[in-house]
């Protein structure tokens, strides 16, 4: 996956620094140098990696940490909030709502992939009750209004364009006015690709943002682009009113630290991520979650670098595997964080068939949004919800409801006095996949 390689170096310096005897600032000055020089190798954008170098710096003060406290967590939690920064503009401005009409426009540079995202941003909606539509403003570009037609086919969506019609701004008003008068609450514009040395190109985009008076313009960036992205998102934010970020080609082997230098420069939050060809390869985008998988942290890790950089979590506030069971509160995230800590602290190859369950789990899971990682009902995943998640995860159905049926199993657990009860409860298949009796009593998240 693309950034796969900085978060890989990200990790590496983390490692190092764990692996000081002491951590003091010539230990924290490495570690710094490792980052930013992973930064750049992956083209982030040099000011924006000084700027977070810094604002590191004037975070962790590790002369003035009283004694006792974890310095390198406290150093990691810094450079996960700074990365967040980066990434994390905030809510978008504006949200599409069933019933009412909107209209999205969508940007970027030619090759960005973005006549695909506007179908996989259609759909998407279309999923949740919409009744999106589709334009094609893109009259630049041959072939585009077939392939928007074609998409559009595939995903059942209406569509409107124009073989002999030049002016995009024509087509996007006709097209604007058909959809109107049929009641479609979302449709969404594609407009053809341009750079910022097109003078009029942008020209173009700027008449057709003043003729159709979109509700949100989406920028889609191009995850594999490289340095250039950042002054190309620069030159469209500063020519239209862009209100939030796709970025496409997270399936790849690039670089990609340009996508998070113009996610930086247009100052507007990410929304999705395109991470396939297919239209279900498509998700919801989390700063947090995002920069967690990156730098390693996920779960319980994960939530607790949220916390303020200057405070630690205090021992009496961890709960252990065994009281989470027991209080019935086992969400389908405990179980995530409990498998992905097995692996980075247990050797779980005797568990052959099941390890390899455990990892296809994560996977299903992965697919899921965060309500339904969090909601601790089984009746949220209804059989909608189910084939979802069995397509975005390339699972079968069955699979998925392999996994609810373990989590229905362990959520039973509800009522036990004491973790000796617990054990007897356990089925031994799950017990096993846990790691044994040593596992439930002693594991901590």
Do not use: W
Not at 342 to 366: A, C, P, V, W
């Amino acid at each position: 996956m693309v950034l796969a390689e900085l978060g890989g170096s990200i990790r590496q310096a983390f490692r190092q620094m764990s692996n000081a005897t002491e951590v003091d600032e010539n230990v924290m000055k490495d570690c710094l140098i490792d980052i930013t020089r992973a930064l750049l190798q992956s083209d982030v954008e040099l000011t924006l990696v000084a700027h977070l170098q810094n604002n590191i710096r004037n975070i962790v003060n590790l002369e003035k940490l009283a004694a006792g406290l974890n310095k390198r967590k406290i150093i990691e939690k810094a450079v996960f909030h700074e990365l967040c920064r980066l990434l994390d503009a905030g809510k978008p401005c504006f949200i599409p709502v069933k019933k009412k009409q909107s209209v999205v426009m969508f940007v970027g540079l030619q090759g960005s992939g973005k006549t695909t995202t506007c179908t996989k941003y259609a759909s998407y909606y279309q999923n949740k009750g919409f009744q999106p539509a589709l334009v094609c403003a893109d009259t630049f570009r041959a072939g585009a209004f077939d392939q928007l037609k074609q998409n559009a086919n595939k995903a059942n969506i209406p569509f409107y364009g124009s073989y002999t019609e030049s002016d995009p701004v024509t087509v996007a008003v006709q097209g604007l006015e058909c959809f109107n008068k049929l009641n479609y609450d979302l449709i969404v514009i594609d407009t053809s690709g341009r750079h910022r040395q097109e003078a009029a190109l942008f020209e173009e985009m700027r008449q057709l943002y003043k003729a159709t008076k979109p509700d949100l313009v989406v920028f889609v960036m191009d995850g594999s682009i490289g340095k250039a992205a950042f002054s190309q998102a620069q030159a469209f934010k500063q020519s239209v009113a862009v209100g939030a970020v796709i970025v496409t080609k997270l399936d790849g082997h690039a670089k990609g630290g340009g996508a998070l230098s113009a996610v930086a420069a247009t100052k507007s939050p990410v929304i999705f991520i395109g991470t396939g060809e297919h239209i279900n390869d498509f998700k919801q985008f989390d700063a947090n979650s995002f920069v967690g998988r990156l730098i390693g942290l996920q779960g319980h890790d994960l939530r607790e670098l949220k916390e303020k950089v200057d405070e630690m979590v205090p021992e009496e506030k961890q709960v252990d595997l065994a009281e989470r069971l027991m209080s019935g509160n086992l969400t389908l995230r405990s179980m995530y964080d409990m498998y992905h800590n097995m692996f980075q602290t247990r050797n779980l190859s005797s568990l052959g068939d099941e390890l390899r369950k455990m990892k296809h789990y994560m996977i299903i899971m992965d697919s899921m949004t965060d309500k339904e990682l969090d909601n601790s009902d089984p009746k949220l995943l209804n059989e909608s919800r189910i084939m979802r998640i069995a397509r975005g995860s390339g699972s079968k159905i069955q699979h998925v409801k392999e996994l609810m049926e373990k989590h229905k199993q362990l959520s039973k657990m509800k009522g036990i006095k004491n973790p000796q009860q617990l054990i007897k409860r356990v089925p031994p298949q799950i017990l096993q996949q846990i790691g044994g009796i040593a596992a439930l009593q002693n594991f901590r998240f």
